[in-house]
């Protein structure tokens, strides 16, 4: 048996993406001038990605709230998962982000369905009040903000709303308790508050890949 090691998860998880997700000109593009555009790369993995786009399909989403836009790495896997006709909302904070996140989205194809927001998600949630109802959200911001943001999930969701955060597992620091890293104690915050909230049911599991030791949340409104 390999080695539980960052390269042999590396290994494995080029392996699965090869198989399993493939290569796709958008995306693929969207990679390219994101790392060219000098963005960390800290969007999610090919299989991560792909599992929001089959999270969209397998609960039928139409309307995807999106926080934390990046490049639009995600945000065209999650377009590609609502299909024509859908929609996608997606917050972006830093306007240069942005600019690179609307030029991917135009070049993937899926301009048509996704609305670029800018500004702090914190104040750009509370404009989406009124709207219809949002079927999945995916939380992928300051982990600082996760309660912030899940509160708002399940104010802009209804029953039935697929919530999914992002960047749970955090090296494995999430359990220690002495923690001073405010994004560590933002995302544990947030843990918490899928356990406690009564409008949650949740589940959470680690991760290990290109990116290194970490995990995703998944939860329904109830
Ligand atoms: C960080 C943020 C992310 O969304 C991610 O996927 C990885 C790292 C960060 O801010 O460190
Ligand atoms: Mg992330």
Redesign the pocket.
């Given at each position: 048996m390999a080695e539980s090691t960052p390269a042999n998860w590396r290994r494995t998880d080029e392996f699965l993406s090869d198989l399993l997700v493939g290569h796709d000109p958008g995306l693929d593009a969207a990679l390219a001038a994101q790392h060219d555009a000098g963005l960390?790369e800290?969007?999610?993995a090919p299989v991560s990605g792909k599992l929001l786009n089959l999270l969209a399909r397998f609960s039928g989403a139409r309307r995807v709230l999106e926080i934390?836009t990046?490049g639009g790495y995600s945000t065209i896997w999650l377009a590609r998962g609502v299909g024509d006709g859908g929609e996608v909302v997606t917050i972006e904070a830093e306007p240069a982000n942005a600019a690179i996140a609307r030029t991917n989205i135009d070049a993937a194809g899926v301009g048509d369905r996704v609305a670029i927001r800018i500004g702090r998600a914190a104040d750009v949630l509370p404009t989406l009040e009124g709207s219809d109802p949002f079927d999945l959200v995916f939380i992928?911001?300051?982990?600082e903000s996760n309660t912030i943001y899940l509160d708002w999930a399940a104010r802009l969701g209804q029953s039935g709303t697929v919530v999914i955060v992002?960047?749970i597992g955090r090296e494995g620091e999430i359990v220690d308790d002495d923690t001073t890293d405010p994004?560590v104690i933002g995302t544990r915050d947030g843990l918490r508050m899928l356990a406690d909230d009564p409008r949650f049911d949740a589940t959470a599991l680690q991760t290990v890949g290109i990116?290194g030791w970490?995990g995703v949340a998944l939860a329904l409104v109830l």
């Open positions: 960390p800290i969007e999610v934390g990046l992928d911001a300051d982990k992002d960047n994004m990116k970490d």
